[in-house]
C-alpha cells in the first residue's frame, strides 16, 4: 500500500485529471460486479489522454504505488477490486470515437468507450462489431478487452478477442505501444498478425497486469440483411453435444451470429412462466438456440442443413422455447438487459469456463453436484457455442446480506470441480486466481513476462494469480 507522502506526490501533479480522496467518493470503486471481496482504494485518478495515463504510470511506477484499471466495473471476476490499495485509475472519461476506416473494415475507439454509443455510430453506415456484451449498455470497450470479456460470444465471430485488431497499451514506463500493423509508424491499424508474436494478445484477457489499454481496433462487419432465429429441442445433453461438435465440424457457423445451450433446469423455468398449464416433465432436457443472420437466400439454405443435421440427433424444432424466449432475446435485443436478472437475488458469482463440445455432459454433471452439495444457493448454468468448443457460465445466486461468507467457499469449491476435469478459466481476474497451480508452467510463463514489464509490480497486484 502506498504511503501517504508517495501519494500526495502522484495526485498533485495532475491538474488535467480529475482525482478523488474524500472515503464518500471512493466507496464506488471498491469493487466490480463480482462476488470477490472488496479493495479500498486510497485515491481515484481520471485520465482524460494515454499521454495522461502514460504520465501517472511513470509516476506511480517509481513512487511504487499499486495501480488498478477499471472502465465501468460491470466484470464479474474481481480484477478491477484494488486489494493491495494505491489508486484506480477510471477510463471511463476517454471515450472518443478515433477513427472509423470503411476500407480498412476497423474502428479505432478509445477504451472509455461504451458498446451502445458504438454500436449508434455505426448503424447509419450500415456496420456493426462481432462481440457486444450483455452489459452493453454500461460495459466499456477497454474493460471487455482487458478482461476478455465473452460478451454474447459468436459462433461466427467467436470471442471477444477474435474481434481485436490491434491495441494502443501504455507500459509501467509510460511508453505508449501501437499492436500489429499500427506498431509500425505510418502503416496504421490493418493487420493483427504482423512483425513478430502477437503482442495483441499478451494485453487481452491480461486483466491489466501488464500495461493498460488505452485504445482499442476492432473489424468492422456490415450489419446483416436478415436475421432469424430457431430452437432445437434434444433428450439429452450426449445427443446435444454430438449435434454440436457436428455443427462445427461441418463449418454450418458461417451465418450463426448467436448459439446459446440451455439445460432443462433454464427450459422449465421459462416455459412454466410462460406456460403453467404445460407439463415440464415432457419437455425437451437441452436445447439449443441459434440465430442466423446475413442473405436471405443464406439463412434459408443455413436453415434447412441445420434443422435435418440436429434430426440425425434426435433434435426436434421447439418453437415454444422459440416464441417465448429465444426470439425476444436476440431478435428484440432484451438481452442488453437479461444480465441485470441476474442479479434478482442481490448478487450472483459467476465462474466463466471454456470447454470442447463434447465435455457438455461433464460440465453439466459438476453443476448439478454443486446443486445437490449447497441447496441453500440457486445454480444455473449458461453455455455459448463458439466455432469450436463452448463457454460455459455457471451462476451462483445468493443474499449478498446474509450468505456472502457461505457462498465464498461453495464457489471455491465449484472452481476446484471445475478445473479438475479439464474445464478451462475464462475471464480469470481473482475468482480463477487461486487454482493456478492447475497451470503451472503457463503460471510460471506468465509471471516471467511479468517481470519483465512491471518490474515493480505495482500494475493490478493479485490479477491472474501473480
Given amino acids: 500500500m502506498a504511503d501517504k507522502k508517495n501519494r500526495s506526490s502522484l495526485l498533485s501533479n495532475w491538474p488535467d485529471s480529475p482525482t478523488f480522496e474524500d472515503p464518500i467518493d471512493l466507496l464506488p470503486f471498491q469493487r466490480d460486479a463480482s462476488v470477490v471481496e472488496k479493495g479500498f482504494p486510497e485515491a481515484v485518478i481520471q485520465p482524460k489522454s494515454s499521454s495522461a495515463v502514460g504520465e501517472i504510470l511513470r509516476q506511480a511506477n517509481h513512487d511504487r504505488v499499486p495501480v488498478y484499471v477499471r472502465g465501468a466495473g460491470t466484470m464479474y471476476a474481481g480484477g478491477a477490486n484494488p486489494h493491495a490499495g494505491g489508486i484506480v485509475m477510471d477510463l471511463s472519461g476517454m471515450e472518443q470515437l478515433l477513427e472509423i476506416d470503411l476500407d480498412r473494415g476497423i474502428v479505432v475507439v478509445e477504451a472509455g468507450t461504451k458498446f451502445v454509443a458504438l454500436l449508434e455510430a455505426l448503424k447509419p453506415l450500415g456496420q456493426t462489431?462481432?462481440?457486444?456484451?450483455?452489459?452493453?449498455?454500461?460495459?466499456?470497450?477497454?474493460?471487455?478487452?482487458?478482461?476478455?470479456?465473452?460478451?454474447?460470444?459468436?459462433?461466427?465471430?467467436?470471442?471477444?478477442?477474435?474481434?481485436?485488431?490491434?491495441?494502443?497499451?501504455?507500459?509501467?514506463?509510460?511508453?505508449?505501444?501501437?499492436?500489429?500493423?499500427?506498431?509500425?509508424?505510418?502503416?496504421?491499424?490493418?493487420?493483427?498478425?504482423?512483425?513478430?508474436?502477437?503482442?495483441?494478445?499478451?494485453?487481452?484477457?491480461?486483466?491489466?497486469?501488464?500495461?493498460?489499454?488505452?485504445?482499442v481496433c476492432l473489424w468492422l462487419y456490415p450489419l446483416p440483411e436478415s436475421r432469424e432465429t430457431l430452437c432445437l429441442g434434444f433428450q439429452d445433453p450426449l445427443t446435444a453435444s454430438k449435434y454440436l461438435s457436428a455443427v462445427q465440424s461441418c463449418e454450418l457457423t458461417r451465418n450463426m451470429w448467436y448459439g446459446g445451450?440451455?439445460?432443462?433446469?433454464?427450459?422449465?423455468?421459462?416455459?412454466?412462466?410462460?406456460?403453467?398449464d404445460l407439463d415440464v416433465g415432457s419437455l425437451p432436457k437441452f436445447c439449443v438456440g441459434i440465430e442466423l443472420g446475413g442473405r436471405q437466400d443464406e439463412i434459408n439454405y443455413d436453415r434447412a442443413r441445420l434443422i435435418a443435421l440436429g434430426s440425425n440427433y434426435g433434435g426436434k424444432n421447439f418453437e415454444l422455447f422459440n416464441d417465448i424466449y429465444f426470439q425476444k432475446l436476440r431478435l428484440e435485443e432484451t438481452y442488453w438487459y437479461s444480465f441485470a436478472g441476474y442479479f434478482t437475488r442481490s448478487r450472483c458469482a459467476l465462474l466463466m469456463c471454456s470447454l470442447p463440445s463434447n465435455k457438455l455432459p461433464r460440465f453439466l454433471n459438476?453443476?448439478?453436484s454443486m446443486r445437490e452439495k449447497y441447496e441453500q444457493?440457486?445454480?444455473?448454468?449458461?453455455?455459448?457455442?463458439?466455432?469450436?468448443?463452448?463457454?460455459?457460465?455457471?451462476?451462483?445466486?445468493?443474499?449478498?446480506?446474509?450468505?456472502?461468507?457461505?457462498?465464498?467457499?461453495?464457489?471455491?469449491?465449484?472452481?476446484?470441480?471445475?478445473?479438475?476435469?479439464?474445464?478451462?478459466?475464462?475471464?480469470?481476474?481473482?475468482?480463477?486466481?487461486k487454482n493456478s497451480p492447475h497451470f503451472e508452467n503457463y503460471q510460471h510463463l506468465l509471471g516471467m513476462i511479468k517481470k519483465g514489464v512491471d518490474p515493480r509490480g505495482i500494475l493490478s497486484p493479485g490479477n491472474l494469480g501473480i
Avoid at 445451450?261 to 403453467?276: D, F, H, K, L, T
Fill in 366 to 368: 459438476c453443476l448439478q
Fill in 129 to 215: 462489431v462481432g462481440i457486444v456484451p450483455l452489459t452493453g449498455p454500461t460495459a466499456t470497450i477497454g474493460g471487455a478487452v482487458s478482461s476478455h470479456a465473452l460478451g454474447t460470444g459468436s459462433p461466427r465471430h467467436q470471442s471477444m478477442g477474435d474481434c481485436v485488431a490491434g491495441l494502443e497499451v501504455v507500459l509501467v514506463d509510460g511508453t505508449v505501444v501501437r499492436t500489429g500493423s499500427a506498431g509500425c509508424s505510418g502503416a496504421g491499424f490493418f493487420q493483427r498478425y504482423c512483425i513478430g508474436p502477437d503482442l495483441t494478445g499478451l494485453f487481452i484477457g491480461a486483466e491489466a497486469t501488464l500495461g493498460v489499454i488505452t485504445a
Fill in 261 to 276: 445451450g440451455y439445460e432443462s433446469g433454464a427450459i422449465n423455468a421459462r416455459v412454466s412462466v410462460a406456460r403453467p
Fill in 377 to 433: 444457493f440457486v445454480w444455473g448454468g449458461t453455455l455459448v457455442i463458439c466455432r469450436r468448443g463452448l463457454h460455459g457460465g455457471v451462476v451462483t445466486f445468493y443474499d449478498e446480506k446474509n450468505q456472502w461468507e457461505e457462498v465464498m467457499p461453495a464457489v471455491s469449491d465449484a472452481v476446484e470441480q471445475f478445473t479438475n476435469v479439464g474445464i478451462v478459466p475464462y475471464k480469470s481476474g481473482k475468482i480463477w486466481s
